[in-house]
């Protein structure tokens, strides 16, 4: 727990939607030595002391789970007497994916050992902030919320100028309520990533568009030159003489996900559009698909403009900036990244060329879709997902040895849980569609966690929440089976392929995949009850299974197929429904036919990239497997490498999937590095 002695909240006198705000706070400074700053804000922060930053990333909380930060400030960021304290406060203001609205405030308190020296109260200062457009605009897409404009016309140097101007006091919320310390260690800031100028030259503007990713993805572009120049040598100067402006594309090498930050010179006053993407398919960054905005504005003032953007996270490998003057000299456009310090093991022995690239893929996916939590993707959401996380648990256990960050984010997930029982579709975060499938997974993870952690104390915490998710799914049985999920609250997603995103639902009161869910979710919790010698909850969890699974035998399995229909009317065997019968075991009477059904790949539709691990899981019920799981991998991997990924794809399809918007860097395609770690001991023989 957190305790601040003397702060209270504070805000701004009115509330909107994606608002920024600017606050100030003066502390006298005798000795000079380190302090600790103690602070939160609902939804984020970025803040300094004399002009230099000291900390920014709120960790994603609730209102009923308000998680502070405790920053170290050095010595060497203090003067002797008057010291300010800025901070600038952001609050989204309304639910997304990767949000979830509550009360905007920010509480901070600066202590010199046990002593509060400044706090926000009543001698905090604040005012609307300047630069950054605040109020509705477009969005980066519905799961992340806003995108941004700055207007660096506007700036003064509030962070350490005592007379900047505009500022009146805050205003006091209540206080009360419990803070929790951030259960992770915070993001790292890196220094500018490597950048290449690989293109440049003049553009038009084709038809009026309103904002910078349309704009972008529009305008009429004619290259000057194609060209490999390092950024951050030297200037690139970029010219045209009747074009509306010049334009430059950024090739960062690889995948990252960082803070936008750039340096560059311009003549006179003028917009700057900013887009960014994964690939070049269009021959240009892919700014605007399907009503989603991957760019932001920024108006640049005459003479140097030197930027960082520290409150939205942005991920791709190519940044294309339209400048809206006839010259520009570029000095360096790129990120700087922000990873999660999370340290990884060995490479597994064994593994072949291939292999080892493979694995390597696997991490730095893995890593990309590691920060305040776990993410789907770095790029288009950012949002952490029940069936997601858990792939990424699993290979994170084995490839970083690290814990604290799991628990953390199956706590976050279970915070949000919803009235109906099941959880939010995504934490924190309140959206208007949950996946009844992904909330039994969160039990999974529960008990994977507890067994990987030996973390009893925390599997006691949660057990009465996974306890209420299967209660939820027993008062839906009919006839010992779970009836599907109705409503337009609900989405009977299982995987995307053919049938399994959902499209039964219409024709099916039942199906199997939702009660093989169910089987393998009160498998684990048997399990997690018996290490936690709950007897009563283990009971329960047999007596249910049992029932269960006979009722799934007798409705679903078609001897003449040999496998699991997706439900009674229709005689689809897809390898998921196979795959998750064998690991459950309710296919146990079945399991060599299933197994070796899967082995000849007698079940369609197959799993997709999300699910294989399912498919790997149940062939390696018989250890001789583990060369054919060794070969897919390979071949289905493998083959995203050789068509250039230096990350792993939310579907084998890549970028050309979801009508153009699929992501080329997803966390739950990173099953091999899960999978290499369990084959371990095979293949060191």
Same mark, same amino acid.
């Given at each position: 727990?957190? #305790? +601040? ?35 939160? =804000?609902?939804? @984020? ?5 004399? /002009? ?41 203001? %309304?639910? &997304? ?7 905007? #405030? ?148 690889? %995948? ?34 399907? /009503?989603?905005?991957?760019? =932001?504005? *920024? ?5 140097? @403009? ?17 400048? *809206? ?34 694995? %390597? ?22 949002? !952490? ?15 970083? %040895? ?6 953390? &984010? ?47 104390? +925390? ?56 009660? !093989?869910?169910?089987? *393998? ?54 390898? !998921? ?76 399809? /890549? ?31």
């Amino acid at each position: 727990m957190v #305790s +601040f002695q003397k702060a209270v909240p504070v805000w701004g006198e009115k509330v909107q939607v994606n608002q920024y705000l600017d606050f100030r706070q003066f502390f006298d400074c005798q000795d000079c030595r380190e302090l600790k700053l103690i602070i939160r =804000c609902h939804s @984020n922060y970025a803040v300094w002391v004399n /002009g230099h930053l000291a900390g920014f990333g709120q960790y994603p909380d609730y209102e009923e789970y308000r998680v502070a930060d405790c920053l170290e400030i050095s010595s060497a960021l203090l003067w002797k007497g008057k010291n300010i304290l800025a901070v600038l406060a952001y609050c989204q203001y %309304e639910d &997304s994916s990767t949000y979830r609205k509550g009360t905007p #405030s920010l509480i901070f308190e600066l202590r010199d050992q046990n002593d509060v020296i400044a706090y926000s109260g009543h001698q905090t200062l604040y005012r609307e902030d300047r630069c950054y457009h605040s109020g509705p605009r477009e969005k980066i897409t519905p799961q992340l919320g806003f995108t941004f404009s700055y207007d660096s016309r506007l700036a003064d140097s509030w962070q350490k100028d005592t007379n900047a101007a505009g500022f009146c006091p805050a205003s006091l919320l209540p206080a009360g309520g419990v803070y929790h310390k951030r259960p992770i260690q915070k993001l790292r800031l890196l220094d500018a990533c490597p950048a290449v100028l690989i293109g440049a030259g003049e553009f038009f503007c084709t038809d009026e568009k309103t904002t910078a990713a349309e704009r972008i993805y529009s305008a009429y572009i004619r290259p000057h030159s194609i060209v490999s120049s390092a950024l951050g040598q030297e200037k690139m100067v970029l010219t045209t003489e009747k074009a509306d402006g010049v334009y430059a594309l950024v090739d960062l090498g690889e %995948e990252r996900a960082g803070c936008l930050t750039f340096c560059f010179h311009v003549e006179k006053d003028c917009l700057v559009d900013i887009g960014y993407g994964e690939h070049l398919d269009d021959l240009r960054v892919r700014s605007f698909v399907g /009503g989603r905005h991957f760019g =932001c504005s *920024y108006y640049a003032k005459a003479g140097e @403009n030197r930027f960082t953007h520290y409150l939205t996270r942005l991920a791709g490998r190519y940044l294309q900036l339209h400048f *809206y003057t006839r010259k520009a000299a570029v000095d360096y456009i790129g990120l700087r990244e922000t990873p999660y310090p999370a340290a990884h093991a060995k490479m597994p022995a064994g593994l072949d060329s291939m292999e080892q690239k493979i694995y %390597e893929t696997g991490l730095r996916t893995l890593r990309l879709c590691m920060h305040e939590h776990y993410e789907d993707c770095p790029w288009r959401e950012q949002a !952490l997902y029940a069936m997601d996380s858990r792939n990424q648990m699993l290979a994170g256990y084995a490839a970083f %040895e690290e814990y604290s960050f799991a628990k953390a &984010s199956i706590r976050l997930l279970g915070l949000g849980i919803r009235p109906d029982g099941l959880l939010e579709l995504c934490a924190p975060a309140r959206v208007g569609v949950t996946i009844p499938a992904f909330s039994l997974m969160w039990i999974v993870s529960l008990w994977e966690y507890v067994q990987n952690s030996e973390d009893m104390a +925390f599997g006691k915490e949660w057990l009465p929440t996974a306890r209420r998710l299967l209660d939820t799914f027993c008062n839906r049985m009919e006839e010992d089976l779970v009836s599907i999920f109705e409503g337009q609250s609900y989405w009977n997603f299982y995987e995307w392929s053919p049938g399994l995103d959902g499209t039964f639902e219409k024709q099916e009161k039942t199906d199997c995949l939702l009660n !093989l869910f169910f089987a *393998y979710a009160l498998q684990a919790y048997d399990h997690l009850a018996n290490t936690l010698q709950e007897e009563e909850e283990q009971n329960f969890a047999k007596k249910t299974y049992k029932l269960l699974a006979d009722r799934i035998n007798s409705v679903f399995w078609d001897q003449e197929q040999g496998g699991y229909r997706i439900s009674p009317h229709i005689e689809q065997t897809p390898e !998921l429904a196979q795959a998750l019968a064998v690991i459950s075991g309710v296919g146990s009477v079945h399991k060599k036919t299933l197994v070796n059904g899967l082995l000849q790949k007698n079940y369609f539709p197959y799993t997709t990239l999300s699910s294989k691990i399912f498919t790997f899981d149940a062939l390696l019920q018989q250890p001789e497997n583990a060369e054919a799981v060794r070969d897919e991998i390979r071949a289905v991997w493998g083959r995203m490498l050789l068509q250039g990924a230096a990350t792993f794809w939310e579907t084998e399809k /890549g970028a050309a999937d979801f009508e153009n918007a699929g992501s080329l860097c997803h966390g739950w395609s990173a099953v091999p590095a899960y999978i290499y770690h369990r084959l371990k001991h095979e293949m060191a023989e």
